[in-house]
């Protein structure tokens, strides 16, 4: 098969499931006690059965489920993720305004995961005797056991009570509203350390690891053994060969990993008062906005999908093994 | 590092204090303060919506007719000057002549006639202006009120955020003015700031309105209203300076761990308006709450003492009635039920509700509607089980899902906290008229309770301007209230203003706390 | 040299039939790390459930001052927010959280295992459609749909142990599929399969005791994850108030951290050896079951 056809394979399966995702959830809202008007009228300062009614006129929730149902799907198709209430903006707006801070959360901690994660695993694995080796068992252990919460409770007790070095939550000092992009960004970076190390700390563990099993079992193979009586260097042997072929797995699980990425970052960012779309969907669900929560589980949704088919992609490109498929 | 901050901070402000200390306490102008708001508002507009998140932004963009000075006083803001008439049915209000608008149109008496009937058919406070007849307007700048009986609560119900008056040019376009998109941006004004952004659950930022109608103020070049609904997050910004002002501060524990800092002012000072009282809410239809036995052995039951010891630090004054302890209208001598334990048994004893062999009595449930009343529900558990009743605490997970049960009456208790909001015309009558029990609508007579010589006293005392009057009338239903027991008053709220004492002057000077024009506060 | 190690092998495998299990067990105990985590299991065990015997303080009674440091005053973990025992309230609390972390992983597998055993038995149109089935529940986002089912359906220990394991049992599907997979196509199933022997008997009797190691190895997994999960919730304020847990301590006690830490730093401390314990035994599981290691 070639590229393209998988592509579009896995594009078109990746929308049948979006569609799948949208009406369970549509369903779930649906049969839940409680209804967008009750949450309308209890902000409002309550409302009798007349005006219950007059809203749940205004926004359809008289007609039939089936009705209702293709309605949002219509509209979802066209992105058109409805209207919050509670914000009074489109979700859609809502959900593209918060987006990238979440997205500069994510990534940034993944790169520094990733990077100092494969750092330690190859330290690990080249000297599997030493303090490195150690260090990286118990830092796995401490990244898996401990809740995230508490690492990042434990971090601001530490960074922003005891020593105050970085600011206590939030993404960057408002009064900078004006100011230059570059200050800004410095002000964000700064705002963004605790954060990102936090979110790191999960996977830092995992990847960590990873790599260095990855690379033992590379290093035991019949590939490397050749490479090594050919003469190689052992530097060369190692990053060349034995690295980029443990890349695979690790590829893998990050992929796989990132719906568990965005659990950790909606915790995350309830614990820094990250303005990105955790706290969205956190205050969407205290403040029983389905619009929003929906739009919100859609999009989620919609990434993961997307991310699966990438690293999909990505590992019929550097896996040879898969190609032959 | 923290007390080295501290002491920098300390050595900073005596030093600038030197350096001032000829134009000390003169205000300047200019500089942007960056202060807290404890929830996001759904809009900016507080003539269609109550509550104070959207109060404190709202009252920066949009002034009302009067304001009130710390001593209750009603002082003039877009009136320049009022009279009541001597039979209290009209009340003529004279605005000031070179108001206007953020867009520039000048404002007119018939922005005020178009504002009071938009509150009146929009906002859910029915009673501030429910006696409006009309609103006259003889001339640009008089509007002159009719009322079908005379409304003590008219004046302060046009002060703060309760009375906006708002642009009839931009909402008299025919959409509705609850989801008029002018609420939450180009919001057209009349307050002393503009919005330059809002962006929800982040912030609101406003600047000077350089054509506000008091002349050299407001002294504030901008300010930053940061959405901050964590306590600990907003007291270690205040601690390091992030944040230089916070209205609303209730948690008991911010509040004596920040006065404890030199550097900061904490205030109880101006929220005697607000007169949030918190208390135990009764179900009188439910089974067993419908009779005034069972209620009565609770009250005897609850610890006030130690709510407000151990759990509000001794923060919280004692609320022994539904109106706030800093009311004219309070009366003190009503019964207490101090907590005895052996009398509260020994009623349900008497009242035929014996123990199982479980000790238990009956069970009754619990709610809650937002996490700082957690506490106060969870303490009844354990303590109503010393008088035999097992207590199931009920969480709703978020705020509409509690607001439904209770106004539907699926509750038996349920944690409540309810603002005054100045005249018990406006928040203290609705909590017990037998007109208010309406299905579906939170904080009306949600305990189902009703008494005819209750409503009779609520009547007379809201239709007469006499103070004597009211205040032995407002007595009177204190003391049949007690005895009565809807509810069950335990404290009032702590709301205090916390300000840097180096970087804010004026901090607090009305009776609305922090939802007040903040055109005379100034950064040092 | 290959081929030499092979002949060995076969030789060995047929003169002692071990059972998987026993490979399994033999393996574990020379693993310190494995046994170490187990014997740290078991104490927070006897702690949580027998704990409560010699200790018996009410979590809900209000004890003494709120907010008294540990060691003091007798009370050797301190009170929190309503002066109520912390001492009692990580006993119980930790019945709660393991239980709910035992459920939650028990709904999980049930779920899984039967998704991945139909699958893999029966292949076709049966395990394309299962496999589909398993990458929808992949593709949800974890913890954002537990929040929500939880929120709509209100916060009590059912609700909170079926969202999570509604969302969990992904990874226990796949492992089993694979496992099944695996063993279908071994004689000895086959020679069942030509008899008369029906098909549910076959997967449940026959394939899936042979397929539990790994199962196991991810089941354990799944509790440790679980736990994890509900403590998020928790410190979420999605959590049952009339019902202590570890999580719940920690969100109890969030606003107040900056003075009494300790209330929010000794539940997750708690969490935190039981997961690690946890998964040190499931690392020595694993560590059992590897064909690769077994080899050494």
């Known amino acids: ?325 | 590092m923290k007390l080295a901050f501290k002491s920098l901070f300390a050595a900073t402000a005596v030093a600038a204090l030197m350096a001032t200390s000829a134009t000390a306490d003169e205000p300047k102008t200019g500089g942007t303060l960056t202060m807290a708001i404890q929830q996001t508002p759904r809009h900016l507009n507080p003539a269609v919506q109550s509550g104070t998140a959207t109060g404190v932004p709202g009252t920066q963009l949009f002034a009302s007719l009067l304001r009130y000075d710390e001593g209750w006083e009603p002082q003039p803001y877009l009136a320049e000057s009022w009279d009541v008439s001597a039979d209290g049915l009209s009340v003529t209000v004279n605005l000031v002549k070179d108001a206007v608008f953020h867009d520039g149109v000048p404002i007119t008496s018939d922005d005020v006639a178009f504002s009071i009937d938009t509150v009146k058919a929009n906002h859910p406070f029915k009673s501030m202006f429910a006696p409006v007849t009309e609103v006259a307007t003889p001339d640009a700048h008089t509007a002159v009120i009719k009322l079908s009986k005379p409304h003590p609560a008219l004046l302060l119900a046009m002060s703060s955020q309760l009375l906006a008056i708002i642009p009839k040019h931009i909402y008299g376009d025919g959409q509705d003015p609850k989801t008029h998109p002018a609420n939450s941006e180009n919001v057209v004004g009349s307050g002393p700031f503009k919005l330059v952004e809002f962006k929800k659950g982040e912030h609101v930022i406003l600047e000077r309105n350089e054509n506000y109608f008091m002349d050299g103020l407001p002294y504030l070049d901008r300010i930053v209203m940061r959405i901050m609904p964590d306590d600990s997050t907003r007291a270690i910004a205040l601690e390091s300076g992030e944040l230089q002002m916070s209205g609303f501060e209730s948690s008991p524990r911010n509040i004596v761990r920040l006065k404890k800092n030199a550097d900061l002012k904490v205030s109880n000072a101006g929220y005697a308006a607000i007169g949030p009282v918190n208390w135990l809410a009764f179900n009188t239809r439910a089974e067993k709450l419908s009779d005034p036995m069972v209620r009565k052995a609770i009250a005897y039951a609850v610890d006030r003492e130690f709510i407000n010891k151990a759990l509000n630090m001794g923060t919280a004054p004692t609320a022994l009635t539904g109106i706030h302890p800093g009311s004219p209208f309070y009366d003190e001598t009503v019964e207490a039920y101090d907590v005895d334990l052996a009398k509260a048994n020994q009623i349900l004893d008497a009242a035929g509700y014996g123990k199982g062999s479980d000790g238990m009595r009956f069970g009754l449930s619990i709610d809650y509607g937002w996490p700082a009343m957690k506490p106060y529900a969870e303490y009844m558990k354990p303590q109503l089980k010393k008088i035999g009743i097992n207590v199931t605490v009920r969480s709703s997970a978020d705020f509409p899902t509690w607001a439904k049960r209770i106004s539907t009456w699926d509750f038996d208790m349920t944690m409540d906290n309810v603002f005054n909001w100045g005249d018990p015309v406006i928040g203290v009558h609705r909590t017990y008229s037998s007109d208010n029990i309406k299905e579906g609508v939170i904080w009306s007579n949600t305990q189902q309770y009703s008494n005819d010589r209750v409503d009779a006293i609520m009547e007379e005392a809201g239709a007469t301007n006499d103070p004597a009057k009211r205040t032995a009338l407002y007595a009177e239903l204190q003391q049949i209230l007690a005895d009565e027991l809807p509810l069950y008053p335990i404290f009032a709220s702590p709301y205090h203003t916390v300000s840097s004492i180096s970087a804010v002057g004026n901090a607090s000077d009305s009776i609305w706390g922090t939802s007040t024009p903040l055109d005379r506060v100034y950064l040092k | 040299m290959t081929d030499t190690a092979h002949t060995t092998e076969l030789k060995d495998e047929n003169v002692v039939a071990t059972s998987p299990w026993r490979e399994m067990a033999t393996m574990f105990v020379r693993n310190y790390a494995a046994v170490a985590g187990l014997i740290l299991l078991t104490l927070i065990i006897l702690f949580a459930f027998v704990g409560p015997l010699i200790h018996p303080v009410d979590p809900f009674e209000m004890v003494w001052a709120p907010f008294t440091t540990p060691m003091q005053d007798g009370f050797i973990l301190g009170t929190d927010y309503l002066g109520r025992d912390i001492l009692a309230a990580m006993m119980v609390g930790g019945q709660v959280s393991m239980a709910i972390g035992l459920s939650a992983a028990l709904v999980s597998v049930t779920i899984g295992v039967s998704v991945g055993a139909f699958a893999g038995y029966y292949g076709g149109l049966i395990e394309e459609l299962l496999m589909r089935f398993t990458e929808f529940f992949q593709v949800l986002p974890t913890l954002l749909f537990s929040m929500v089912i939880v929120a709509l359906f209100g916060a009590s220990l059912l609700t909170v142990t079926l969202a999570i394991g509604v969302v969990s049992w992904t990874a226990v599907a796949r492992v089993t599929r694979s496992e099944f997979l695996r063993i279908r196509e071994m004689e000895y199933v086959a020679a069942s399969r030509s008899g008369s022997a029906r098909d549910l008997y076959l997967i449940f009797n026959v394939i899936l005791p042979n397929a539990l190691p790994p199962i196991v190895v991810q089941a354990n997994l799944m509790v440790g994850s679980a736990i994890l999960f509900e403590a998020a919730l928790s410190f979420l304020g999605l959590s049952d108030p009339n019902v202590i847990s570890w999580g719940q301590v920690i969100g109890s006690n969030r606003p107040y951290i900056l003075d009494a830490g300790f209330a929010v730093a000794i539940p997750g401390f708690a969490i935190f050896l039981t997961v690690l314990a946890i998964s040190l035994v499931g690392d020595g599981l694993n560590d059992a079951l590897n064909p690769k290691l077994r080899q050494r």
């Open chain 1, 1 to 325: 098969m070639s590229f393209g056809q998988i592509l579009a394979k896995r594009v078109g399966y990746g929308l049948v499931l979006l569609i799948a995702v949208v009406v369970l959830n549509f369903t779930l809202i649906t049969i839940a006690p409680g209804d967008v008007a009750d949450a309308i009228a209890g902000d409002m300062g309550g409302a009798d059965a007349s005006v219950l009614a007059e809203i749940r006129q205004r926004y359809g929730l008289d007609q039939p489920f089936m009705s209702q149902l293709w309605r949002y799907l219509s509209s979802v198709a066209v992105m058109d993720l409805g209207y919050s209430y509670f914000y009074n903006t489109p979700v859609t707006e809502l959900i593209l305004q918060r987006l990238p801070a979440t997205l500069l959360l994510i990534f940034s901690s993944q790169i520094l995961a990733i990077s100092v994660g494969v750092l330690l695993g190859v330290m690990a694995a080249r000297k599997p005797n030493s303090l490195v080796n150690l260090c990286v068992t118990f830092l796995s252990l401490f990244g898996f056991a401990a809740p995230v919460f508490w690492t990042g409770i434990l971090l601001i007790i530490l960074f922003v009570s005891v020593y105050p070095v970085f600011p206590v939550g939030g993404m960057m000092n408002a009064a900078l509203i004006d100011a230059s992009f570059f200050e800004q960004s410095i002000n964000i970076a700064y705002h963004l350390v605790l954060p990102m190390v936090t979110l790191a700390s999960i996977y830092l563990a995992l990847y960590s690891r990873l790599t260095r099993a990855s690379m033992q079992e590379v290093l035991g193979s019949d590939y490397i053994r050749t490479a090594r009586a050919k003469g190689l260097r052992e530097n060369k042997v190692f990053y060349k060969h034995a690295l980029k072929n443990s890349l695979g797995p690790l590829v893998t699980v990050a992929g796989l990993q990132f719906s568990a990425v965005m659990s950790g970052a909606v915790v995350v960012e309830a614990v820094f008062n990250w303005p990105g779309l955790g706290t969205l969907a956190l205050q969407a669900i205290l403040a029983r906005d389905t619009p929003t929560i929906m739009g919100i589980l859609f999009f989620s949704s919609l990434v993961v999908i997307v991310v699966n088919i990438i690293t999909d992609l990505v590992l019929r490109m550097i896996d040879p093994r898969i190609r032959a498929e």
